[in-house]
């Protein structure tokens, strides 16, 4: 079965069972500063699980484009990857344990749909803890539909529990399906949910019945879901007998491209193919990103960042299959291979043919950027060349190492490569050091960043800062809750601010804006600050940064009843001391953001 008959035949089974199909959401998650991309079926999701009604009623099922980046160090092993799909299907307060699980089992095991035999399936059930009780409910179920109860394994909440990680939000006890490979168990506790390799996981069936609030209670929902999610690739991989997801049809055509750019052959030596798996999931990811609605480009920061590590790590991987023995002007090694992505899933994602074009100018722009950067950098070795190989001891300084890395962006790999070449040895330890010395500064630097991209603490400079704050709330008042701030740089004699919004401003709501900010100066607004942790910081309703990092404890400044942001300060005591807010100009930024330059008179 390949992917495109189990995502159909997913979806053909939930409708047999009255559930309504619906779209599946943007990769970039809306109005949640927490996390970068969409991780699973249930985020887009949340506000329904939470008791808002579904305007396609309380039974649905979708599938799901998901990144997870946590794990992107261990892409490259058979099952790794950090783009996936996901299949779902919803119960918003309508089936619960026992309807969720019997139709689970029918699509699992029914020769009309999975045809998976019981003998080959094992599940968890949630342990239970001084919180919630021990879930025999759903072992129950699983028991009576004949699955014997040495394969239903009671697992602790680390592993049978499903929330919004760490966060708050709908959460409650879920039952996971495995597949029994067949190999010998590893010891005599080894069953599902092991993770020796034995029980590959396909399917989790989550019980919402808590929302888990910014104090850490687990208040009942007054009404319960069930969320569900089947991830595409490892099914199609375990129905097909296979042992990676590399070995699927879903990748077969993607690695045949990365074959075709490379001149190298999978199969042949176990760390290239390696760097094969590499290049095709980073390129795959890269493309459904780049072919988003809600797209993000490469840049240095949040989702843009994660994008250009995707696509560099690629272009590096290429290397080591040698890709780049042609002139840098022809290399366009990626576009190629994400054509063939579009290809094959313009589909189910006609997204990505709309975009297409986006998705092949953006990867051919990043990796020749990035390979002149890597040509510069091997230049500059070369230099250096004559005088590293005199050291009797052969070996590289790591503050030289360091000083490619820091002025020319070379990577410390690709040093320790062309060194190796040469017979010498680059002191790591020396590399490290000076790496952790440069980080602790730009964590500082950030730090400062953080305190509200000031230059200083001068007077006029937290005047500033204030009507920022002002001024994103004012943004937001006059043309809608997109607007969201996406810098933000102050000098003693001017602010700049950047914020999301997809086109020039009109003399009118400029006015509008300027006039709002003024308001709030003259009425002299008392300005605040409390200290909380973040989850109850945005549970109140503060304004964060997206896709910023903060510590577990901020600060938020609250102004009258007019402001309120997670925040380093300072800022001014009262509003009435700022003087006369005036815009100087607004012009475009980049693509979809806005920028605002404004003084204090
Ligand atoms: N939310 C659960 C998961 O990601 C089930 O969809 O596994």
Not at 365 to 376: H, M, R, S
Request: glycine share 8%; proline share 5%.
């Amino acid at each position: 079965m390949n992917a495109q008959e189990l995502r159909s035949k997913y979806v053909e089974f939930f409708k047999s069972k009255e559930h309504a199909q619906i779209q599946g959401k943007s990769l970039i998650p809306e109005n949640d500063p927490t996390v970068l991309f969409t991780t699973a079926g249930m985020h887009p999701l949340v506000p329904y699980l939470l008791g808002e009604p579904h305007p396609a009623g309380n039974r649905l099922v979708d599938y799901q484009k998901c990144i997870r980046t946590g794990d992107i160090e261990s892409v490259g092993d058979p099952s790794h990857l950090t783009f996936f799909e996901m299949l779902g299907n919803w119960s918003l307060g309508d089936y619960f344990k026992e309807g969720a699980i019997k139709m689970s089992f029918e699509f699992l095991t029914s020769p009309q749909w999975l045809g998976i035999p019981i003998e080959k399936l094992g599940v968890t059930v949630f342990r239970g803890d001084e919180i919630v009780p021990q879930d025999d409910e759903s072992a129950k179920v699983w028991k009576e539909l004949g699955i014997p109860a040495i394969r239903i394994a009671y697992r602790p909440r680390e592993d049978n529990w499903w929330g919004p990680a760490g966060a708050t939000g709908p959460c409650g006890p879920d039952s996971e399906m495995f597949f029994d490979i067949g190999k010998e168990p590893c010891g005599p506790d080894c069953g599902p949910g092991c993770s020796c390799g034995k029980w590959l996981e396909i399917w989790n069936d989550v019980f919402m019945q808590y929302n888990k609030t910014a104090d850490g209670v687990y208040e009942p929902l007054a009404r319960t879901c069930v969320d569900t999610g089947m991830g595409i690739e490892r099914t199609v991989t375990i129905l097909n007998g296979k042992k990676s997801v590399y070995d699927t049809e879903i990748f077969a055509p993607i690695i045949a491209a990365v074959e075709k750019a490379s001149g190298y052959t999978y199969g042949s030596d176990p760390e290239k193919d390696k760097s094969v798996r590499i290049i095709s999931d980073h390129v795959r990811a890269s493309t459904f990103i780049l072919g988003d609605p809600k797209a993000v480009t490469p840049s240095n920061v949040g989702a843009g960042y994660v994008l250009r590590r995707l696509i560099r790590r690629a272009v590096r991987h290429g290397r080591k299959l040698g890709i780049e023995d042609q002139p840098v002007e022809n290399l366009k090694v990626l576009s190629p291979i994400a054509a063939v992505v579009v290809d094959q899933l313009k589909g189910p994602y006609p997204e990505l043919e709309e975009n297409r074009a986006r998705i092949i100018g953006e990867l051919d722009n990043e990796e020749q950027k990035f390979l002149e950067t890597l040509q510069k950098g091997e230049h500059e070795f070369e230099k250096l060349l004559p005088n590293l190989i005199k050291d009797p001891r052969k070996i590289m300084s790591g503050r030289l190492a360091f000083k490619l890395y820091d002025t020319y962006g070379f990577p410390i790999e690709l040093t320790d490569e062309l060194a190796a070449e040469q017979g010498l040895t680059v002191n790591r330890a020396e590399f490290d050091e000076a790496f952790k010395k440069h980080q602790e500064l730009s964590r500082a630097g950030s730090e400062q960043i953080f305190k509200g991209g000031l230059s200083d603490h001068s007077e006029t400079t937290t005047k500033y800062h204030t009507a920022t704050h002002l001024l994103q709330r004012a943004l937001r008042l006059v043309l809608g809750d997109h607007v969201a701030q996406k810098g933000s740089n102050i000098t003693a004699e001017r602010m700049r601010f950047d914020f999301s919004h997809g086109a020039p401003m009109t003399p009118e709501e400029l006015s509008k804006v300027e006039a709002i900010v003024n308001e709030q100066i003259q009425r002299d607004l008392a300005v605040t600050m409390a200290v909380m942790d973040l989850e109850a910081a945005k549970a109140s309703g503060a304004m964060a940064l997206f896709g910023e990092k903060y510590e577990s404890q901020v600060k938020v400044y609250t102004i009258g009843d007019f402001s309120k942001e997670v925040c380093g300060g300072p800022h001014v005591e009262r509003t009435g001391t700022m003087g006369t807010f005036r815009i100087q100009k607004e012009q475009s930024s980049s693509s979809g953001v806005r920028r605002i330059r404004a003084v204090l008179e």
